[in-house]
């Protein structure tokens, strides 16, 4: 009923408006008002009137940013090239779950750095945002330009490695994880989350399941310092 009342008064309003700002001579007044009658003829037969509305809400909500994925580059060593602000920028546009955009930005970064780690190993995180997870070709090839130039630090082979096991390629993410772990110093920070998650996958694949649930950060832009 109260659509019917809202339609009524505004077909009144607008009636109002033309008549009077229009200056409409009083012989077209019936022109004026079968228009507007024709119009709720069609609500009546197009519309529900008697439905209440109700809000719409978002079918899928953003994945949060991961702010652990921060913490661990700084673990891995972190050190901003001159390409940081592209990173700073797509960490930012995660967070506010732009995901897309957040992708994009490191994209254009690449065309002006083209040879930076830091960028190939962000933009290869930020895919697998955009993917809800999944190791999409574009991502795989942005891991592996990260690691074909940085190939002497971790951060790269490590992301991989997860994006692997998360996108149920145990096999594989186990071979790149064992190679880092002979490769990593007796003292480093993450290499006890390193040995945590190589054992899930090594327990995985003894069992025959084709997926582990590895931890660890997958959002966000994982940037290794080619210098150390």
Partial sequence: MNGWIIAIALAVVAGGVIVRLGRTPRAAWELVAAALLIGLAGYAWQGNPSQAGVPKSSAAQDKPFDEDVAKLRKEMGERFSEAGQWLVLSDALNRQGKHTDAANVLRVGLRQYPEDANLWLGLGNALIVHGNG???????????????????????????????????????????????????????????????????????????????????????????????
Avoid at 153 to 175: M, R, T
Wanted: charged share 20%; no cysteine; hydrophobic share 40%.
């Fill in 134 to 228: 999944v190791l999409s070709p574009a991502a795989e090839y942005a891991f592996r330009q990260a690691m074909r130039l940085a190939p002497e630090h971790p951060a790269p082979a490590y992301f991989f490695g997860l994006a692997l096991a998360q996108s149920g390629q145990p096999q594989q993410a186990e071979k790149i994880w064992r190679a880092l772990l002979e490769q990593a110093p007796a003292d480093a920070e993450w290499r006890s989350e390193l040995e945590t998650n190589l054992g899930i996958l090594e327990r995985a694949l003894g069992s025959g399941m084709s997926s582990a649930p590895v931890s660890g950060p997958t959002s966000g832009n994982g940037t290794p310092d080619p210098e150390q």
